[in-house]
């Protein structure tokens, strides 16, 4: 299957910053030292309120991750999530994110806490995929495995993203309960059931050291794992260095 790409999700850097509306910690410099750390994924969700992630943002990181891949011989991904909206959409015509990542976060939500209704969006999806598609931007929509049935999987197969990422927050909570392998089943078989729709697998939301290692393993199917809430609560134990490095070895063990 090959090696999960890690993609930090850089927001909570931008989250400290903006606490005291200074350059420190400085974004650009954090993201350039997590890339130097070995991951080759980025995330950002530049929100409306700017709450974290600022548009000035989203096009700096852009422009410095281009310029970065131009003298690399492996690729630095950067994925730009967001509500698909006509601000966002700009955004990513003009950026041309190696992926955008569409979640159904409505302005004023605190995190990205639910998978779209595919079939009752399923207009609105199939057309910004379709976008996507002509700007050269891979397209992931988040989804929740409690939410596939076979409606939804008629709705998929007409969307055609890409990616799917499958929204981990259940499997989060119950993992350190007996519940863990039930929950992990529907797991298994939303991702067994995408995938058979030709569709690559991401997956991403309260992931931790603790809990990533049993999910790659239980789905192997999954290309790219986006992580930042926990990495960077875990990095002030252990420096930011140190746990990206051992998120990467979690990875590199499947």
């Given at each position: 299957m090959g090696m999960a790409i890690l993609s930090?999700?850089?927001?909570?850097?931008?989250t400290l910053r903006n606490a005291r509306g200074t350059d420190q910690p400085h974004l650009l410099q954090v993201t350039q030292?997590?890339?130097n750390y070995g991951s080759r994924g980025i995330?950002?969700?530049p929100r409306p309120d700017e709450r974290h992630i600022t548009k000035k943002d989203a096009y700096e990181l852009g422009h410095w991750i281009k310029t970065l891949n131009d003298t690399l011989e492996y690729t630095v991904e950067y994925n730009m999530e967001g509500y698909p909206d006509e601000r966002f959409l700009n955004m990513v015509n003009e950026i041309r994110p190696d992926q955008c990542t569409l979640v159904p976060d409505p302005p004023g939500v605190l995190t990205s806490n639910a998978g779209w209704n595919c079939p009752n969006q399923q207009l609105l999806l199939t057309d910004v995929c379709k976008k996507l598609r002509q700007w050269g931007v891979r397209s992931s929509i988040f989804i929740n495995p409690y939410d596939i049935s076979d409606e939804s999987l008629q709705a998929l197969?007409?969307?055609?993203?890409?990616?799917?990422?499958?929204y981990t927050e259940m499997y989060a909570k119950a993992f350190n309960s007996p519940e863990r392998d039930s929950v992990t089943k529907v797991y298994k078989q939303a991702a067994e059931y995408i995938s058979a729709l030709n569709i690559k697998l991401n997956a991403g939301h309260d992931l931790n050291q603790n809990n990533l290692d049993y999910l790659i393993k239980s789905i192997p199917q999954i290309k790219e794992v986006s992580i930042g809430h926990a990495l960077i609560c875990e990095a002030i134990y252990d420096g930011l260095e140190n746990t990206v490095k051992k998120y990467l070895h979690i990875l590199s063990c499947h």
């Open positions: 930090v999700n850089v927001n909570k850097i931008a030292d997590i890339v995330t950002v969700h197969k007409i969307i055609q993203p890409d990616r799917t990422e499958l």
